[in-house]
Each structure stands twice: as structure tokens, then as C-alpha cells.
């Protein structure tokens, strides 16, 4: 069972629900050694989802690059879905989640 985080936004929020609805065993809020916190890990598939917000995460921002890298020599799979797009159609970001979650 997830635990839930009390300050989570509403498209995470939306996000662990979908999740959970569909039965996808998953940690939020999971620290990793790198010195970074995902928002969303989905182990047995070693995936990390990050929702990001529109106001801190805009396209091509350097920091998210360097954590994307970071995160990807740690050897984990990364995704992130923007908060527009959960909004607009969380059933299809889900999806998206799912169909990366099992890439080799």
C-alpha cells in the first residue's frame, strides 16, 4: 500500500489514484541515493515517474536534465508527465506509464 503524502499536489494526487485503481504496486515521495526525491517509483519495474508542475518545470530546463542523467546512470528508468497533460487525460498519461514501464 502506497503511503500517502499530505502535500501532495492535485495532479499527483490524480496520478497515485489511477495507479492504485489499477492495482500498481508503487512507493511516492521515494528518496533516492542519488540525493534526489521522486515523486513516484514503481519498483519491480525500477521505473521513477515525475509529475511536473508547470510552474517549476518548463521545457528544456537544465536542472531536469542533469537529474534525468543523474537518475539514468543510477541505472532507473525515468518518465515525466507534465501537469497539463494529466489534466487534459490522466487515463492516457497512465498509459504512457505503463507502456514504459515495460520497455526493456
Not at 518548463?58 to 536534465?65: C, Q, T, V
Given at each position: 500500500m502506497a503511503k500517502i503524502v499530505f502535500n501532495e499536489t492535485k495532479p499527483e494526487r490524480m496520478v497515485r489514484e489511477e495507479l492504485t485503481r489499477r492495482g500498481i504496486i508503487f512507493i511516492q515521495e521515494k528518496a533516492l541515493r542519488l540525493g534526489f526525491v521522486a515523486d513516484f517509483f514503481i519498483p519491480d519495474k525500477n521505473l521513477l515517474i515525475e509529475v511536473d508542475g508547470e510552474h517549476w518545470h518548463?521545457?528544456?530546463?537544465?536542472?531536469?536534465?542533469f537529474r534525468d542523467y543523474m537518475i539514468r546512470r543510477g541505472?532507473?528508468?525515468?518518465?515525466?508527465?507534465?501537469?497539463?497533460?494529466?489534466?487534459?487525460n490522466v487515463l492516457k498519461c497512465i498509459e504512457e506509464i505503463v507502456k514504459k514501464a515495460n520497455q526493456r
Open positions: 518548463i521545457k528544456g530546463n537544465k536542472r531536469d536534465g541505472g532507473y528508468k525515468i518518465i515525466r508527465i507534465r501537469e497539463k497533460d494529466i489534466y487534459a
